[in-house]
């Protein structure tokens, strides 16, 4: 017997995941913010959020859904934190899929920050800043609108379109991983970047700009990674949570 299974995804393990499940036959949901693009897989999809269903707790109910999966971003913690509250009210497990973090590699320089709050004042002396950490948060746009003032150059790179007006004078450039080492390079060089900032998403699809900074002698500020409440299960590769899932599933 089949269980109806609620994956959150949006990122490109968990589409993949979806796809290797659904392909086993396992009826499953698959949840995707859409702000880039829409996935093209064989199940039910949810695109946009929760809240236009009632919310999550609401979804889990309606749906009969019997186990959540947690293949968000890392750095999706408003969503993960979702999940324990309303699979924890609705009594159902929720298991997460959490994708390593990168490891600081000899010849790196990297400054760890825990928020943008203390990454900002970093930034102050820079001449050209390559922003790669995602959507920025509202708090940093007059700090960043301050240092264009005295001349700094600053790069923006998402896969979505900015959700909020950018400081007059930032560039944004809308691309999608993964990106390769020599494109990366040629990135920093013409815009001769001297501070990355980045969030410690792991995997491949970015990596290579790390790899670039380091190469080129490109000190990193790094924000942190939040921290969660333990998931009642925890798998750090997408072929151990297919295997239990899949074995979960059929029981």
Same mark, same amino acid.
């Given at each position: ?67 959540? *999966?947690? /293949?968000?971003? #890392?750095? @999706?913690?408003?969503?993960? %934190? =979702?999940? &324990? ?6 009594? !159902? ?79 944004? *450039?809308? /691309?999608?991983? #993964?990106? @390769?080492?020599?494109?990366? %390079? =040629?990135? &920093? ?6 501070? !990355? ?55």
């Amino acid at each position: 017997m089949t269980a109806r299974l609620l994956i959150l995804g949006g990122t490109a393990d968990a589409r993949r995941l979806a796809m290797k499940l659904s392909a086993r036959g396992i009826q499953l949901i698959y949840s995707v913010a859409g702000l880039v693009r829409k996935p093209d897989i064989d199940c039910d999809i949810i695109s946009g959020g929760f809240r236009q269903l009632g919310g999550l707790s609401t979804v889990i109910r309606t749906r009969t859904i019997r186990a959540v *999966l947690d /293949a968000t971003h #890392p750095y @999706a913690e408003r969503m993960s %934190r =979702q999940a &324990l509250l309303s699979a924890r009210e609705c009594g !159902i497990p929720c298991w997460r899929l959490q994708r390593p973090a990168w490891q600081p590699q000899p010849g790196d320089h990297w400054q760890q920050y825990a928020d943008w709050s203390g990454l900002l004042p970093a930034l102050a002396n820079k001449h050209s800043v390559f922003l790669s950490a995602g959507q920025l948060p509202p708090e940093s746009h007059e700090t960043l609108a301050h240092y264009r003032q005295y001349g700094q150059q600053q790069l923006l790179r998402t896969a979505a379109t900015p959700a909020m007006p950018l400081p007059e004078g930032m560039q944004w *450039l809308k /691309a999608i991983g #993964p990106f @390769a080492l020599t494109e990366e %390079r =040629q990135l &920093l060089i013409q815009h001769q970047i001297d501070a !990355i900032v980045s969030k410690n998403s792991g995997g491949d699809a970015t990596v290579a700009k790390l790899t670039a900074a380091r190469q080129l002698g490109i000190p990193v500020l790094m924000l942190k990674r939040p921290g969660l409440p333990p998931a009642d299960r925890e798998f750090f590769q997408p072929d151990e949570a297919c295997a239990f899932v899949s074995h979960w599933c059929t029981q």
